[in-house]
């Protein structure tokens, strides 16, 4: 029984995993939190958490938001800390 829940989880986890890769919603998440900072989205799974990142243009130019795409983090991430991660790795 507790074999199979595990499965079950590393499947899904596994699902999310290459989706976010795919820069796709994730589909065993539940959308938890919205962002006022051009759009982010936390949602959380089993045992991670995926982050959409978006963030406002600093440039002022168009496009206004910046889309990031998904990102997967563990439970203890944070949005700030995901952010400044991708943002980072961007530039």
């Known amino acids: 029984m507790s074999l ?7 499947m899904a986890s596994i699902i999310d995993f290459n989706r976010a890769g795919k820069d796709l919603r994730p ?4 959308e938890v939190a919205n962002y006022d900072d ?4 936390m ?7 995926v982050f959409h990142i978006k963030s406002f243009n600093p440039e002022g130019t168009l496009p ?3 889309d990031y795409g998904y990102h997967l983090g563990t439970w203890f991430d944070t949005i700030d800390n995901v952010k ?6 961007t530039d």
């Open 4 to 10: 199979g829940i595990f499965i079950l989880v590393m």
């Open 27 to 30: 589909l065993f998440s539940v």
């Open 38 to 41: 051009g759009g982010s989205t």
């Open 43 to 49: 949602y959380h799974g089993p045992f991670y958490k």
């Open 64 to 66: 206004d938001v910046m």
């Open 84 to 89: 400044a991660r991708v943002v980072d790795e």
